[in-house]
């Protein structure tokens, strides 16, 4: 089956360090891949998409380039700020049984510190 | 307006009760899910409905049950709570259209087992 796999965290980083979180992904097919935060306290959100390889999703200042020859799918931030804390999940969507099935990775918790 | 919405947004109850969570999108998508989130922020998927049909039940014990009495709601009741069923319990609707595929989360309701 399909699988997404994250880096661990929490990730705790300065205000304005270059942030990377990694993401992996296994999947049968070309699935389309995706960032999704969930700020404290809300329901997540879509950060950004990438629909087919070499794709770069980007949104906010983050980044995610589609690579499929080493299948992940990373977000970058050059600057991050202190309102970018919050939990960020990698996910994949592919077609399985007639249907879109869409596969979230565990959350990644990144702390921003002034 | 409220895309997704859900109530109530806490839920605190005995074990052994029933209790129902409601969810309604008014974005006329035709496909809605139910997430449990547990508190390492875990995001796993329960169902999902394609206008009013289930189309992805994992491996949920029996106690839970999901009603979409028409394509814009779907609730779910659970039977005989027990106290790992204390979670966060999301419901999302997808837009699939033009290419576009994305997943529109509620707010999320706190249920609490004591």
């Known amino acids: 089956g399909n699988s997404v796999t994250q880096m661990e965290g929490p990730v705790t980083l300065s205000e304005e360090a270059f942030l990377t979180i990694n993401c992996t992904y296994t999947?049968?097919?070309?699935?389309?891949l995706f960032w999704y935060v969930q700020y404290p306290g809300e329901g997540l959100q879509l950060l950004l998409k990438?629909?087919?390889?070499?794709d770069k999703g980007s949104n906010k200042g983050f980044e995610a380039t589609y690579r499929k020859e080493t299948t992940s799918f990373h977000l970058e931030k050059g600057s991050v700020q202190v309102s970018d804390s919050a939990v960020y999940f990698c996910a994949l969507s592919e077609r399985s049984g007639g249907y879109q099935k869409v596969t979230f990775g565990t959350g990644t918790k990144l702390q921003v510190i002034p | 307006d409220t895309a997704v919405s859900q109530t109530p947004k806490y839920l605190v109850t005995q074990m052994g009760n029933d209790k129902s969570i409601k969810c309604e999108q008014n974005?006329?998508?035709?496909?809605m899910y139910w997430y449990k989130q547990d508190s390492k922020k875990f995001l796993k998927i329960m169902f999902s409905y394609n206008n009013k049909e289930l189309i992805i039940n994992e491996t949920v014990p029996n106690r839970f049950s999901p009603k979409s009495p028409d394509k814009a709601h779907l609730n779910l009741h659970i039977n005989s709570l027990e106290l790992g069923d204390s979670a966060v319990y999301f419901c999302a609707s997808r837009e699939q259209r033009g290419g576009v595929d994305e997943q529109f989360f509620g707010p999320g309701t706190r249920l609490t087992v004591l």
């Open positions: 974005l006329g998508h035709d496909t």
């Open positions: 999947a049968t097919g070309y699935p389309s």
């Open positions: 990438a629909t087919k390889a070499d």
